[in-house]
């Protein structure tokens, strides 16, 4: 009988089990991301980095909700030549490092991505989905054509396995995952935060200085794992979950779902670092005391199920 083994391969990026933190939410420090990874994390992801420093949006970015939190960062970052030097740094660390990049332009896409694969980074999640940004960046979220080009350009620029990551906030989901897959993504991570707004009733003005926000955390979750369902029917590349993820059993489901990993973001601050290894320790026991001994068997197995439910949930409804 074979061994228990968490370790996975997504796309190529090799990690000792399929547990990453989400990007931004433990920013870019190689300190903190390697806390992440010494935490018990497989793989660390960056904050998304862009081709110019920017500083984002003035404060209040972050609200905390009773269900999760809504932010409106706006994309702050030092630029992908200071990130260069940051990444090289965790590397040095021995930490499998994902870099999360944007750019304004496809060209600016293709550039950064660049100057990341020169860095050292084990793979790129191309950020397709940031809610809190106007102008042609935010746009790029619901068009498929342009996911699909810009995609394209960062393949043209590197050989790293190229994750995309995808917004909610589209009508469908698929179709955007269809053409990143066309494009030559190499894996799909679903999903991006969902758009959201808080109000203050005292003072009577939107909470967040963009007034709109992206909202993560268990409320998400949800709503994200539903964007795995679909994406891992819709395309043949691996889908990496990202969304709610709190606790094992949210691993499992995700896994379920259709995910190879998944991505751990607003439940750092309810629970520490010690998530990851709380995860990837339940999904251990998850596994053996249900006879599995690879992760990957694991991964889609509820969409048997899904369609008999769905057919005969079909069968059911009534015609009028
Ligand atoms: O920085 C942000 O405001 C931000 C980004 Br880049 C993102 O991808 N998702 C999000 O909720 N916030």
Known sequence: MSKLSLAVDVAGLRMRNPVMNAAGVLGMSPPI????????????????VGPAPRTGHGNPTLVQLSCGALN????????????ADEIRKLKRMGVPTVASFFGGSVQEFAEVAR???GAGADALELNASCPNVAEELGMLASDACNVEKVTAAVKDETDLPVFVKLSPNVTDIKA??????????????AANTLLGIAIDVGFRRPV?????????????????????????QAVEVPVIGCGGVATWEDAVEYLLAGAS??????????????????IAEGLERYMAENGF????????LAHEAGRDQ??????????V
């Open 293 to 300: 001994t690879r992760v990957e068997e694991v991964v889609g």
């Open 310 to 319: 769905k057919s005969k949930a079909d069968k059911c409804s009534i015609r």
């Open 208 to 232: 967040l200085t963009n007034v709109t926000g992206g909202l993560s955390g268990p409320a998400a979750k949800p709503v994200a794992l539903r964007c795995v369902w679909e994406v891992s």
């Open 115 to 117: 100057k990341l694969t």
């Open 261 to 278: 990993a998944v991505q751990v973001g607003t439940a750092v601050t309810a629970h520490g670092f010690k998530v990851f290894g709380d």
């Open 72 to 83: 409106a960062m706006g994309l702050p970052n030092p630029g992908a030549d200071y990130y």
């Open 176 to 189: 955007v995952a269809r053409a990143a897959e066309q494009g030559g993504a190499d894996a799909i991570t």
């Open 33 to 48: 991301l390697k806390r992440v990874y010494d935490s018990g994390a497989g793989a660390v992801v960056t904050k998304s």
